[in-house]
Protein backbone atom coordinates (compact mmCIF):
# COMPACT_ATOMS: atom_id res chain seq x y z
CA UNK A 1 0.00 0.00 0.00
CA UNK A 2 1.67 3.54 -1.32
CA UNK A 3 1.24 6.40 1.53
CA UNK A 4 0.57 9.38 -0.21
CA UNK A 5 -0.48 12.70 2.02
CA UNK A 6 -4.25 11.67 2.55
CA UNK A 7 -6.53 12.78 4.86
CA UNK A 8 -9.80 12.37 5.77
CA UNK A 9 -13.08 13.28 4.89
CA UNK A 10 -13.57 14.47 8.61
CA UNK A 11 -10.23 14.78 10.50
CA UNK A 12 -10.81 13.63 14.24
CA UNK A 13 -9.88 15.76 16.97
CA UNK A 14 -5.96 15.78 18.02
CA UNK A 15 -5.24 13.19 20.97
CA UNK A 16 -2.61 16.30 23.33
CA UNK A 17 -0.28 13.23 24.25
CA UNK A 18 0.13 11.08 21.53
CA UNK A 19 0.21 13.63 18.17
CA UNK A 20 3.01 14.61 20.07
CA UNK A 21 5.22 11.51 20.48
CA UNK A 22 4.87 10.04 17.33
CA UNK A 23 6.41 10.88 13.89
CA UNK A 24 4.54 11.18 11.25
CA UNK A 25 6.06 7.54 9.68
CA UNK A 26 5.23 5.81 13.05
CA UNK A 27 1.85 7.29 12.38
CA UNK A 28 1.00 6.03 9.05
CA UNK A 29 2.72 2.23 9.95
CA UNK A 30 -0.05 2.41 12.97
CA UNK A 31 -2.39 3.35 10.22
CA UNK A 32 -1.80 0.93 7.57
CA UNK A 33 -1.33 -1.79 10.53
CA UNK A 34 -5.12 -1.26 11.63
CA UNK A 35 -6.44 -0.97 8.13
CA UNK A 36 -4.47 -4.71 7.20
CA UNK A 37 -5.81 -6.23 10.41
CA UNK A 38 -9.00 -4.70 10.73
CA UNK A 39 -12.17 -6.99 10.95
CA UNK A 40 -13.97 -5.06 8.72
CA UNK A 41 -13.57 -5.43 4.82
CA UNK A 42 -11.70 -2.24 3.53
CA UNK A 43 -11.70 -1.53 -0.05
CA UNK A 44 -9.53 1.64 -2.06
CA UNK A 45 -10.37 2.92 -4.82
CA UNK A 46 -9.05 6.02 -7.20
CA UNK A 47 -11.27 8.87 -8.32
CA UNK A 48 -11.04 7.23 -12.16
CA UNK A 49 -9.30 8.86 -14.81
CA UNK A 50 -10.23 10.72 -18.13
CA UNK A 51 -9.59 7.02 -19.88
CA UNK A 52 -10.91 5.12 -17.52
CA UNK A 53 -14.07 7.16 -15.75
CA UNK A 54 -15.18 4.34 -12.62
CA UNK A 55 -13.26 4.26 -9.99
CA UNK A 56 -10.65 0.98 -10.21
CA UNK A 57 -9.42 -0.46 -7.00
CA UNK A 58 -5.98 0.28 -5.60
CA UNK A 59 -5.94 -1.70 -2.34
CA UNK A 60 -7.85 -4.59 -0.54
CA UNK A 61 -7.32 -5.82 3.09
CA UNK A 62 -7.44 -9.41 4.48
CA UNK A 63 -10.65 -9.46 5.54
CA UNK A 64 -11.84 -8.43 2.12
CA UNK A 65 -10.34 -11.33 0.60
CA UNK A 66 -11.91 -13.57 3.71
CA UNK A 67 -15.29 -12.42 3.14
CA UNK A 68 -15.22 -12.13 -0.90
CA UNK A 69 -12.82 -14.53 -1.68
CA UNK A 70 -11.05 -12.38 -3.81
CA UNK A 71 -7.47 -11.29 -3.80
CA UNK A 72 -5.76 -8.05 -4.50
CA UNK A 73 -4.04 -9.76 -7.22
CA UNK A 74 -8.02 -10.38 -8.64
CA UNK A 75 -9.19 -7.24 -7.76
CA UNK A 76 -6.42 -4.57 -8.47
CA UNK A 77 -7.38 -2.47 -11.17
CA UNK A 78 -10.74 -3.68 -11.77
CA UNK A 79 -14.31 -2.04 -10.92
CA UNK A 80 -16.25 -2.43 -7.64
CA UNK A 81 -19.11 -3.10 -9.80
CA UNK A 82 -17.60 -7.01 -9.75
CA UNK A 83 -19.27 -7.48 -6.38
CA UNK A 84 -22.71 -6.76 -7.77
CA UNK A 85 -24.92 -9.01 -9.06
CA UNK A 86 -28.80 -10.30 -10.08
CA UNK A 87 -30.03 -9.05 -6.39
CA UNK A 88 -28.29 -5.61 -6.26
CA UNK A 89 -30.81 -3.01 -5.42
CA UNK A 90 -30.60 -0.78 -8.48
CA UNK A 91 -31.58 1.95 -6.20
CA UNK A 92 -29.11 1.69 -3.80
CA UNK A 93 -26.80 1.76 -6.58
CA UNK A 94 -28.26 4.70 -8.02
CA UNK A 95 -27.92 6.54 -4.48
CA UNK A 96 -24.33 5.20 -4.17
CA UNK A 97 -23.26 7.00 -7.52
CA UNK A 98 -25.20 10.25 -7.35
CA UNK A 99 -23.49 10.61 -3.23
CA UNK A 100 -20.16 10.30 -5.13
CA UNK A 101 -20.55 12.51 -7.81
CA UNK A 102 -21.35 15.23 -5.36
CA UNK A 103 -18.15 13.66 -2.96
CA UNK A 104 -20.27 12.61 0.03
CA UNK A 105 -19.98 10.32 2.28
CA UNK A 106 -22.80 6.97 1.36
CA UNK A 107 -24.30 4.58 3.68
CA UNK A 108 -26.51 1.46 3.54
CA UNK A 109 -26.95 -1.88 3.68
CA UNK A 110 -26.02 -3.51 0.50
CA UNK A 111 -26.06 -7.10 -0.97
CA UNK A 112 -22.50 -8.18 -2.44
CA UNK A 113 -21.36 -11.39 -4.50
CA UNK A 114 -18.43 -13.72 -3.35
CA UNK A 115 -15.72 -14.64 -6.29
CA UNK A 116 -17.77 -18.26 -6.22
CA UNK A 117 -20.93 -16.26 -7.10
CA UNK A 118 -22.64 -16.55 -3.19
CA UNK A 119 -24.49 -13.23 -1.76
CA UNK A 120 -23.35 -11.66 1.31
CA UNK A 121 -24.78 -8.52 2.81
CA UNK A 122 -22.70 -5.85 4.15
CA UNK A 123 -23.18 -2.71 6.30
CA UNK A 124 -21.56 -0.33 3.87
CA UNK A 125 -20.01 3.41 3.92
CA UNK A 126 -18.04 4.98 1.37
CA UNK A 127 -16.24 8.05 2.15
CA UNK A 128 -13.56 10.35 0.63
CA UNK A 129 -10.29 10.94 1.40
CA UNK A 130 -9.02 14.20 0.34
CA UNK A 131 -5.66 15.89 0.42
CA UNK A 132 -4.81 19.04 2.20
CA UNK A 133 -6.18 21.41 -0.12
CA UNK A 134 -9.23 19.03 0.08
CA UNK A 135 -8.88 17.32 -3.27
CA UNK A 136 -10.56 13.87 -3.33
CA UNK A 137 -7.74 11.45 -4.84
CA UNK A 138 -9.69 7.91 -3.33
CA UNK A 139 -12.20 6.68 -1.79
CA UNK A 140 -12.46 4.20 1.19
CA UNK A 141 -15.14 1.79 1.60
CA UNK A 142 -15.83 0.02 4.85
CA UNK A 143 -17.97 -3.18 4.98
CA UNK A 144 -19.12 -5.20 7.74
CA UNK A 145 -20.58 -8.59 7.10
CA UNK A 146 -24.13 -8.66 8.40
CA UNK A 147 -25.08 -12.09 6.77
CA UNK A 148 -26.16 -14.05 9.70
CA UNK A 149 -28.10 -10.99 10.95
CA UNK A 150 -30.05 -11.21 7.62
CA UNK A 151 -30.35 -15.40 7.67
CA UNK A 152 -31.86 -14.65 11.06
CA UNK A 153 -34.37 -11.63 10.26
CA UNK A 154 -35.31 -13.89 6.81
CA UNK A 155 -35.70 -16.81 9.45
CA UNK A 156 -37.67 -14.95 12.14
CA UNK A 157 -39.56 -13.25 9.11
CA UNK A 158 -40.64 -17.25 7.91
CA UNK A 159 -41.41 -17.98 11.52
CA UNK A 160 -43.68 -15.06 12.00
CA UNK A 161 -45.79 -15.56 8.35
CA UNK A 162 -46.05 -19.70 9.98
CA UNK A 163 -47.17 -18.41 13.27
CA UNK A 164 -50.08 -16.16 11.39
CA UNK A 165 -50.84 -18.78 9.72
CA UNK A 166 -51.07 -21.33 12.52
CA UNK A 167 -52.78 -18.63 14.69
CA UNK A 168 -55.59 -17.75 12.11
CA UNK A 169 -56.27 -21.90 11.40
CA UNK A 170 -56.67 -22.26 15.52
CA UNK A 171 -58.86 -19.53 15.70
CA UNK A 172 -61.33 -21.07 12.95
CA UNK A 173 -60.97 -23.87 14.71
CA UNK A 174 -62.07 -22.69 17.90
CA UNK A 175 -65.09 -21.10 15.86
CA UNK A 176 -66.00 -24.84 14.15
CA UNK A 177 -67.38 -26.06 16.86
CA UNK A 178 -70.08 -23.93 17.41
CA UNK A 179 -70.51 -22.82 13.76
CA UNK A 180 -71.35 -26.83 13.23
CA UNK A 181 -73.58 -26.60 16.45
CA UNK A 182 -75.28 -23.75 15.11
CA UNK A 183 -76.16 -25.24 11.75
CA UNK A 184 -77.26 -28.51 12.71
CA UNK A 185 -79.79 -26.96 15.29
CA UNK A 186 -80.86 -24.55 12.14
CA UNK A 187 -81.36 -27.78 9.55
CA UNK A 188 -82.96 -29.38 12.69
CA UNK A 189 -85.34 -26.53 12.65
CA UNK A 190 -85.89 -26.35 8.68
CA UNK A 191 -86.84 -30.24 8.42
CA UNK A 192 -88.88 -30.66 11.81
CA UNK A 193 -90.82 -27.83 10.57
CA UNK A 194 -91.07 -28.98 7.14
CA UNK A 195 -92.15 -32.15 8.03
CA UNK A 196 -94.71 -30.54 10.22
CA UNK A 197 -95.87 -28.39 7.13
CA UNK A 198 -96.11 -31.52 4.96
CA UNK A 199 -98.71 -32.90 7.74
CA UNK A 200 -100.80 -30.25 9.17
CA UNK A 201 -104.21 -29.85 8.80
CA UNK A 202 -105.06 -26.54 7.08
CA UNK A 203 -103.11 -24.13 5.47
CA UNK A 204 -103.35 -22.10 7.97
CA UNK A 205 -100.59 -24.59 9.82
CA UNK A 206 -98.92 -25.10 7.26
CA UNK A 207 -98.51 -21.39 6.32
CA UNK A 208 -97.20 -21.09 10.12
CA UNK A 209 -94.44 -24.02 9.73
CA UNK A 210 -93.19 -22.67 7.00
CA UNK A 211 -92.65 -19.17 8.30
CA UNK A 212 -90.44 -20.74 10.82
CA UNK A 213 -88.74 -22.14 8.06
CA UNK A 214 -88.09 -19.03 5.97
CA UNK A 215 -86.91 -17.18 9.22
CA UNK A 216 -84.32 -20.09 10.08
CA UNK A 217 -83.17 -20.07 7.11
CA UNK A 218 -82.43 -16.27 7.33
CA UNK A 219 -80.76 -17.16 10.07
CA UNK A 220 -78.28 -19.44 8.36
CA UNK A 221 -77.97 -16.99 6.01
CA UNK A 222 -76.52 -14.42 8.48
CA UNK A 223 -74.30 -17.14 9.42
CA UNK A 224 -72.64 -17.65 6.16
CA UNK A 225 -72.61 -14.05 6.17
CA UNK A 226 -70.29 -13.51 9.42
CA UNK A 227 -68.22 -16.66 8.32
CA UNK A 228 -67.62 -14.76 5.47
CA UNK A 229 -67.02 -11.47 7.02
CA UNK A 230 -64.31 -13.22 9.42
CA UNK A 231 -62.81 -15.44 6.97
CA UNK A 232 -61.77 -12.00 5.20
CA UNK A 233 -63.70 -12.41 2.47
CA UNK A 234 -64.20 -8.92 0.14
CA UNK A 235 -62.63 -5.73 0.81
CA UNK A 236 -61.96 -3.29 3.16
CA UNK A 237 -64.82 -0.67 3.44
CA UNK A 238 -65.57 1.87 5.28
CA UNK A 239 -68.89 3.09 6.38
CA UNK A 240 -70.83 4.25 9.18
CA UNK A 241 -71.63 0.93 11.11
CA UNK A 242 -73.96 0.12 13.98
CA UNK A 243 -71.86 -1.18 16.37
CA UNK A 244 -74.65 -2.93 18.61
CA UNK A 245 -75.79 -4.67 14.94
CA UNK A 246 -72.31 -6.04 15.07
CA UNK A 247 -71.74 -7.07 18.30
CA UNK A 248 -75.21 -8.66 18.35
CA UNK A 249 -74.66 -10.20 15.01
CA UNK A 250 -70.81 -11.79 16.45
CA UNK A 251 -72.29 -12.99 19.44
CA UNK A 252 -74.47 -15.20 18.17
CA UNK A 253 -71.47 -16.70 16.21
CA UNK A 254 -69.05 -17.04 19.28
CA UNK A 255 -71.80 -18.13 21.86
CA UNK A 256 -71.26 -21.66 21.07
CA UNK A 257 -67.23 -21.32 20.81
CA UNK A 258 -67.58 -19.86 24.77
CA UNK A 259 -67.40 -22.84 27.37
CA UNK A 260 -71.05 -23.83 29.15
CA UNK A 261 -69.30 -22.63 32.61
CA UNK A 262 -69.14 -19.23 30.75
CA UNK A 263 -72.02 -17.22 30.74
CA UNK A 264 -72.45 -14.34 27.65
CA UNK A 265 -74.03 -10.55 28.92
CA UNK A 266 -74.73 -8.26 26.44
CA UNK A 267 -75.32 -4.39 28.14
CA UNK A 268 -75.50 -2.37 25.13
CA UNK A 269 -76.99 1.51 25.08
CA UNK A 270 -80.15 1.96 23.70
CA UNK A 271 -79.20 4.87 21.51
CA UNK A 272 -75.76 4.58 19.94
CA UNK A 273 -74.18 6.84 17.38
CA UNK A 274 -72.72 5.20 14.24
CA UNK A 275 -68.69 4.58 13.50
CA UNK A 276 -67.23 5.50 10.52
CA UNK A 277 -65.62 1.41 10.28
CA UNK A 278 -65.18 -1.43 7.89
CA UNK A 279 -68.53 -3.98 9.34
CA UNK A 280 -66.06 -6.94 8.81
CA UNK A 281 -62.79 -5.52 10.68
CA UNK A 282 -65.42 -4.29 13.66
CA UNK A 283 -66.73 -8.38 13.80
CA UNK A 284 -62.95 -9.42 13.76
CA UNK A 285 -62.32 -7.12 17.01
CA UNK A 286 -65.62 -8.14 18.88
CA UNK A 287 -64.67 -12.02 18.02
CA UNK A 288 -61.05 -11.14 19.01
CA UNK A 289 -61.68 -9.95 22.35
CA UNK A 290 -64.23 -12.55 23.45
CA UNK A 291 -62.26 -15.37 22.54
CA UNK A 292 -59.25 -13.77 24.47
CA UNK A 293 -62.13 -13.30 27.82
CA UNK A 294 -63.00 -16.76 27.62
CA UNK A 295 -59.34 -17.89 27.28
CA UNK A 296 -58.20 -15.89 30.06
CA UNK A 297 -61.16 -17.50 32.32
CA UNK A 298 -59.85 -20.78 31.29
CA UNK A 299 -62.38 -24.13 32.44
CA UNK A 300 -63.73 -22.57 35.73
CA UNK A 301 -66.75 -20.51 35.80
CA UNK A 302 -67.35 -17.54 34.63
CA UNK A 303 -68.34 -14.24 32.76
CA UNK A 304 -68.28 -12.58 29.88
CA UNK A 305 -69.53 -8.99 29.69
CA UNK A 306 -69.95 -6.75 26.27
CA UNK A 307 -70.95 -3.53 26.63
CA UNK A 308 -71.50 0.02 24.77
CA UNK A 309 -72.36 3.42 25.57
CA UNK A 310 -71.26 6.86 23.95
CA UNK A 311 -68.93 9.37 26.38
CA UNK A 312 -67.20 12.54 25.85
CA UNK A 313 -63.31 12.00 26.29
CA UNK A 314 -61.25 14.76 26.81
CA UNK A 315 -57.71 14.96 25.34
CA UNK A 316 -55.87 13.83 28.92
CA UNK A 317 -58.02 10.79 29.16
CA UNK A 318 -56.55 10.06 25.43
CA UNK A 319 -53.33 10.54 26.27
CA UNK A 320 -52.98 8.17 28.96
CA UNK A 321 -54.42 4.80 26.26
CA UNK A 322 -52.68 2.92 23.55
CA UNK A 323 -52.32 4.59 20.20
CA UNK A 324 -53.64 7.62 20.63
CA UNK A 325 -52.21 10.58 22.90
CA UNK A 326 -52.71 13.05 19.86
CA UNK A 327 -56.67 12.20 18.87
CA UNK A 328 -58.47 14.88 19.64
CA UNK A 329 -60.87 15.02 22.32
CA UNK A 330 -64.61 14.67 21.54
CA UNK A 331 -67.80 12.10 21.49
CA UNK A 332 -66.71 8.82 21.11
CA UNK A 333 -68.60 5.22 20.75
CA UNK A 334 -67.38 2.98 23.58
CA UNK A 335 -67.11 -0.68 23.46
CA UNK A 336 -66.07 -2.78 26.81
CA UNK A 337 -65.42 -5.68 27.24
CA UNK A 338 -65.12 -7.37 30.37
CA UNK A 339 -64.14 -10.90 32.13
CA UNK A 340 -63.75 -12.40 35.21
CA UNK A 341 -60.54 -14.35 34.33
CA UNK A 342 -57.30 -14.06 36.29
CA UNK A 343 -56.66 -10.90 35.22
CA UNK A 344 -52.80 -9.42 33.84
CA UNK A 345 -50.34 -9.15 35.95
CA UNK A 346 -48.42 -5.68 36.09
CA UNK A 347 -45.18 -6.90 34.14
CA UNK A 348 -46.24 -8.41 31.49
CA UNK A 349 -49.33 -5.25 30.87
CA UNK A 350 -46.92 -3.63 28.22
CA UNK A 351 -46.71 -6.01 26.47
CA UNK A 352 -49.92 -7.83 25.50
CA UNK A 353 -50.01 -6.35 22.05
CA UNK A 354 -46.61 -7.25 21.11
CA UNK A 355 -47.25 -9.42 17.89
CA UNK A 356 -45.98 -12.64 19.20
CA UNK A 357 -45.74 -12.32 23.22
CA UNK A 358 -48.18 -15.06 24.15
CA UNK A 359 -48.70 -16.60 27.60
CA UNK A 360 -50.30 -19.13 25.87
CA UNK A 361 -49.42 -22.24 23.65
CA UNK A 362 -47.39 -21.45 20.55
CA UNK A 363 -49.35 -20.20 18.16
CA UNK A 364 -51.37 -18.11 20.42
CA UNK A 365 -50.63 -14.70 21.29
CA UNK A 366 -51.98 -12.70 18.11
CA UNK A 367 -55.07 -12.01 18.37
CA UNK A 368 -54.74 -8.64 20.44
CA UNK A 369 -52.35 -7.57 17.59
CA UNK A 370 -54.60 -7.80 15.65
CA UNK A 371 -57.43 -5.81 17.69
CA UNK A 372 -54.60 -2.99 18.29
CA UNK A 373 -53.93 -2.78 14.37
CA UNK A 374 -57.32 -2.86 13.46
CA UNK A 375 -58.01 0.45 16.12
CA UNK A 376 -54.69 2.02 14.56
CA UNK A 377 -56.31 1.69 11.43
CA UNK A 378 -59.78 3.03 12.66
CA UNK A 379 -58.61 6.52 14.35
CA UNK A 380 -59.67 4.54 17.63
CA UNK A 381 -57.97 3.49 21.12
CA UNK A 382 -58.14 1.41 23.76
CA UNK A 383 -57.62 1.48 27.66
CA UNK A 384 -56.67 -1.61 29.70
CA UNK A 385 -57.66 -2.56 33.15
CA UNK A 386 -57.59 -5.48 35.30
CA UNK A 387 -55.41 -6.72 38.44
CA UNK A 388 -54.54 -10.16 38.76
CA UNK A 389 -57.33 -12.25 40.40
CA UNK A 390 -60.18 -9.32 39.30
CA UNK A 391 -60.12 -10.14 35.76
CA UNK A 392 -59.14 -7.75 32.79
CA UNK A 393 -61.33 -4.94 30.83
CA UNK A 394 -61.12 -3.85 27.42
CA UNK A 395 -62.28 -0.60 26.95
CA UNK A 396 -62.45 0.82 22.78
CA UNK A 397 -62.87 4.35 21.96
CA UNK A 398 -64.21 5.11 18.34
CA UNK A 399 -64.78 8.65 17.13
CA UNK A 400 -69.32 8.54 16.56
CA UNK A 401 -69.79 10.23 13.45
CA UNK A 402 -73.33 11.55 12.45
CA UNK A 403 -74.05 9.68 9.47
CA UNK A 404 -76.57 7.24 9.39
CA UNK A 405 -75.84 3.71 8.42
CA UNK A 406 -76.95 2.51 5.34
CA UNK A 407 -80.42 1.21 4.87
CA UNK A 408 -81.44 -2.40 5.46
CA UNK A 409 -82.42 -3.92 2.46
CA UNK A 410 -86.45 -4.81 2.46
CA UNK A 411 -87.38 -7.17 4.95
CA UNK A 412 -89.00 -10.66 3.35
CA UNK A 413 -92.27 -11.13 2.61
CA UNK A 414 -92.58 -6.91 1.61
CA UNK A 415 -95.14 -5.75 -0.87
CA UNK A 416 -93.99 -6.25 -4.53
CA UNK A 417 -96.25 -5.32 -7.65
CA UNK A 418 -96.63 -7.25 -10.00
CA UNK A 419 -94.76 -6.48 -12.81
CA UNK A 420 -94.50 -7.43 -16.51
CA UNK A 421 -91.41 -8.64 -18.51
CA UNK A 422 -89.52 -11.52 -19.57
CA UNK A 423 -86.67 -12.99 -17.61
CA UNK A 424 -83.60 -14.93 -18.45
CA UNK A 425 -82.50 -16.91 -14.86
CA UNK A 426 -79.08 -18.26 -15.31
CA UNK A 427 -77.92 -20.84 -12.82
CA UNK A 428 -76.00 -23.94 -12.51
CA UNK A 429 -78.15 -25.22 -9.47
CA UNK A 430 -81.14 -26.38 -10.83
CA UNK A 431 -83.58 -26.37 -7.50
CA UNK A 432 -82.60 -22.70 -7.47
CA UNK A 433 -83.13 -21.85 -10.80
CA UNK A 434 -86.38 -23.61 -10.96
CA UNK A 435 -87.65 -22.71 -7.44
CA UNK A 436 -86.53 -18.89 -8.57
CA UNK A 437 -88.26 -19.00 -11.96
CA UNK A 438 -91.55 -20.19 -9.86
CA UNK A 439 -91.67 -17.45 -7.33
CA UNK A 440 -90.78 -15.08 -10.16
CA UNK A 441 -93.58 -16.35 -12.36
CA UNK A 442 -95.73 -15.23 -9.36
CA UNK A 443 -94.98 -11.95 -9.48
CA UNK A 444 -95.91 -11.57 -12.55
CA UNK A 445 -92.79 -12.04 -14.92
CA UNK A 446 -92.42 -14.61 -17.64
CA UNK A 447 -89.41 -16.64 -17.18
CA UNK A 448 -86.20 -18.46 -19.05
CA UNK A 449 -83.99 -20.66 -17.58
CA UNK A 450 -80.31 -21.67 -18.56
CA UNK A 451 -77.82 -24.05 -16.57
CA UNK A 452 -74.56 -21.82 -17.36
CA UNK A 453 -73.12 -19.14 -19.03
CA UNK A 454 -73.04 -21.03 -22.15
CA UNK A 455 -76.61 -22.10 -22.61
CA UNK A 456 -77.03 -18.43 -21.27
CA UNK A 457 -76.03 -16.82 -24.56
CA UNK A 458 -77.41 -19.65 -26.68
CA UNK A 459 -80.85 -18.66 -25.25
CA UNK A 460 -80.71 -14.76 -25.12
CA UNK A 461 -79.47 -14.93 -28.86
CA UNK A 462 -82.50 -16.89 -29.36
CA UNK A 463 -84.84 -14.61 -27.24
CA UNK A 464 -82.79 -11.19 -27.29
CA UNK A 465 -85.90 -9.15 -28.40
CA UNK A 466 -88.49 -10.08 -25.30
CA UNK A 467 -85.77 -10.33 -22.62
CA UNK A 468 -85.97 -7.41 -20.28
CA UNK A 469 -83.00 -8.43 -17.82
CA UNK A 470 -81.27 -11.11 -17.24
CA UNK A 471 -80.40 -12.76 -13.67
CA UNK A 472 -76.98 -13.93 -13.75
CA UNK A 473 -74.93 -16.40 -11.36
CA UNK A 474 -71.34 -15.89 -10.73
CA UNK A 475 -69.65 -19.32 -10.65
CA UNK A 476 -70.97 -21.76 -13.03
CA UNK A 477 -69.16 -24.37 -15.08
CA UNK A 478 -68.18 -23.85 -18.95
CA UNK A 479 -68.50 -19.95 -19.11
CA UNK A 480 -68.72 -18.01 -15.59
CA UNK A 481 -70.67 -15.23 -14.81
CA UNK A 482 -68.08 -12.48 -16.21
CA UNK A 483 -67.62 -14.62 -19.34
CA UNK A 484 -71.07 -14.59 -20.09
CA UNK A 485 -71.77 -11.03 -18.80
CA UNK A 486 -69.15 -9.54 -21.65
CA UNK A 487 -70.75 -12.07 -24.25
CA UNK A 488 -74.59 -10.92 -23.34
CA UNK A 489 -73.39 -7.18 -23.48
CA UNK A 490 -71.71 -7.88 -26.85
CA UNK A 491 -74.99 -8.89 -28.43
CA UNK A 492 -77.08 -6.07 -26.53
CA UNK A 493 -75.47 -3.43 -24.78
CA UNK A 494 -78.37 -1.97 -23.64
CA UNK A 495 -79.83 -5.34 -21.32
CA UNK A 496 -79.79 -5.34 -17.75
CA UNK A 497 -78.11 -7.82 -15.99
CA UNK A 498 -78.72 -8.67 -12.50
CA UNK A 499 -75.29 -10.51 -10.81
CA UNK A 500 -76.28 -12.94 -8.15
CA UNK A 501 -73.15 -14.35 -5.98
CA UNK A 502 -71.71 -15.82 -2.31
CA UNK A 503 -68.70 -13.36 -2.18
CA UNK A 504 -69.74 -9.79 -1.29
CA UNK A 505 -70.65 -7.45 -3.55
CA UNK A 506 -67.11 -5.88 -3.42
CA UNK A 507 -65.38 -8.76 -3.66
CA UNK A 508 -67.55 -10.10 -6.72
CA UNK A 509 -66.14 -6.97 -8.29
CA UNK A 510 -62.08 -6.83 -7.51
CA UNK A 511 -62.29 -10.81 -9.07
CA UNK A 512 -64.58 -9.60 -12.01
CA UNK A 513 -64.77 -6.40 -12.70
CA UNK A 514 -67.93 -5.66 -14.43
CA UNK A 515 -68.57 -2.68 -16.17
CA UNK A 516 -72.00 -1.85 -16.80
CA UNK A 517 -73.80 -3.98 -14.40
CA UNK A 518 -76.91 -2.99 -13.11
CA UNK A 519 -77.28 -4.85 -9.97
CA UNK A 520 -75.48 -7.03 -7.26
CA UNK A 521 -77.31 -9.37 -5.05
CA UNK A 522 -75.67 -11.63 -2.64
CA UNK A 523 -76.74 -15.06 -1.96
CA UNK A 524 -78.74 -16.38 -0.32
CA UNK A 525 -81.39 -14.03 -0.30
CA UNK A 526 -85.20 -13.90 -0.31
CA UNK A 527 -87.10 -14.62 -2.92
CA UNK A 528 -88.86 -11.27 -2.25
CA UNK A 529 -86.31 -9.56 -2.29
CA UNK A 530 -85.06 -10.56 -5.80
CA UNK A 531 -88.55 -9.70 -7.10
CA UNK A 532 -88.06 -6.28 -5.61
CA UNK A 533 -84.82 -5.95 -6.59
CA UNK A 534 -85.82 -6.87 -10.55
CA UNK A 535 -89.08 -4.50 -10.26
CA UNK A 536 -86.56 -1.34 -9.62
CA UNK A 537 -84.72 -2.47 -11.80
CA UNK A 538 -86.85 -2.57 -14.53
CA UNK A 539 -88.37 0.57 -13.43
CA UNK A 540 -84.91 2.51 -14.48
CA UNK A 541 -84.63 4.05 -18.10
CA UNK A 542 -82.86 1.64 -20.36
CA UNK A 543 -79.21 2.72 -20.62
Same mark, same amino acid.
Given at each position: ???????????????????????????????????? %????????????? @??????????????????????? !?????????????????????????????????????????????????? *???????????????????????????????? &?????????????????????????????????????????? !????????????????? *?????????????????????????????? %????????????????????????? !??????????????????????? %?? $??????????????????????????????????????????????????????????????????????????????????????? @????????????????????????????????? @? @?????????????? &?????? $?????????????? $????????????????????????????????????????????? !??????????? &?? &?????????????????????????????????????
Amino acid at each position: MSHRNFAPADPAPACPDASTTLTDGERLRLLESAVV %NSYDSIVITDVGT @ATARHPTIVYVNAAFTRLSGYAL !ADVLGRSPKLLQGPESDPQEIARMRASLACQEAFTAELVNYRKDGAPFYV *EARITPIRTADGTVTHWVGVQRDISERKRAEA &ERARLEARLRDTQKLESLGVLAGGIAHDFNNLLTIVLGNATL !ARTADSPEAAGRHLQVI *EATALRAADLCRQMLAYSGQGRYVVQPVDL %NATIRETADLVRSSVAPDHTFALNL !APVLSPVLADAGQMQQVVMNLVL %NA $TEAIGPAAGEIRIATHEAEVDRARLALTYLAPDLPGGDYVVLEVTDTGAGIPREILGRIFDPFFTTKFVGRGLGLAAVLGILRSHGG @AIEVGGEPGQGACFRLFFPAVRQAPPPAPPPPG @A @AVRATGGTLLVVDD &ERLLRE $TAATLLELHGFTVL $TAADGVEAVEVFQRNRERIDAVVLDLSMPRLDGGGAFAELRRIDP !AIRVLLMSGFT &ED &EAMRRFPLQGLAGFLQKPFAMDQLAHKLRLLLAQPSP
